[in-house]
T-cell receptor, first 115, second 111 residues
């Protein structure tokens, strides 16, 4: 009866490197969301998937950020040429149908540190 | 521009008393609101929600009040317990499926 899981839990990388963050949503949930939480702030929306397709990627800060969900389950957030400002906790959430008002279930997050 | 604001970064309450956490929003297109609770090193967990067509929703010790004209909502916890100590986030949603979060309030319930 697993909840949303995210790997790795912590990732330390150097400026300019490429990183991938993985999210396993709750089984059967069709909607998947990525958020980013900086210190002292609430989560900020990045991208939302309905099935395999990105339904809304308006929160991605620039073209260094990309996310995929090729089979409608696991998702990977990819960050190219990382910058120190990318350091944050990256949260993934899933919901059953992605309907407005659906509860979003969050994973524990991946803490990314860019040195 | 912050569309959802939690102006109190922290709140301390004595065990057994009422905790009141406040949230203001600016976007009148939001049509549902949620409260999430977050412990350190864990993701936010859903606590309670309210639709914009209601002004109150209650679940056990937790009650959320919505004042649409003031664009204000509040979460009441009574009686407060030490296990309620956490960061509480107010969030809002509309036709877009994303949630917009406030910056959180750290609640400390003192035994």
């Amino acid at each position: 009866g697993a909840g949303v899981s995210q790997t790795p839990s912590n990732k330390v990388t150097e400026k300019g490197k490429y990183v991938e963050l993985r999210c396993d949503p709750i089984s059967g949930h069709t909607a998947l969301y990525w958020y980013r939480q900086s210190l002292g702030q609430g989560p900020e929306f990045l991208i939302y998937f309905q099935g395999t397709g990105a339904a809304d990627d308006s929160g991605l800060p620039n073209d260094r950020f990309f996310a995929v969900r090729p089979e409608g389950s696991v998702s990977t957030l990819k960050i190219q040429r990382t910058e120190r400002g990318d350091s944050a906790v990256y949260l993934c959430a899933s919901s059953l149908m992605g309907a407005a008002g659906d509860e979003q279930f969050f994973g524990p997050g991946t803490r990314l540190t860019v040195l | 521009d912050q569309q959802v604001k939690q102006n109190s970064p922290s709140l301390s309450v004595q065990e057994g008393r009422i905790s009141i956490l406040n949230c203001d929003y600016t976007n009148s297109m939001f049509d549902y609101f949620l409260w999430y609770k977050k412990y350190p090193a864990e993701g936010p967990t859903f606590l309670i929600s309210i639709s914009s067509i209601k002004d109150k929703n209650e679940d056990g010790r937790f009650t959320v009040f919505l004042n649409k004209s003031a664009k204000h909502l509040s979460l009441h916890i009574v009686p407060s317990q030490p296990g309620d100590s956490a960061v509480y986030f107010c969030a809002a949603g509309g036709s877009a499926r994303q949630l917009t979060f406030g910056s959180g309030t750290q609640l400390t319930v003192l035994p």
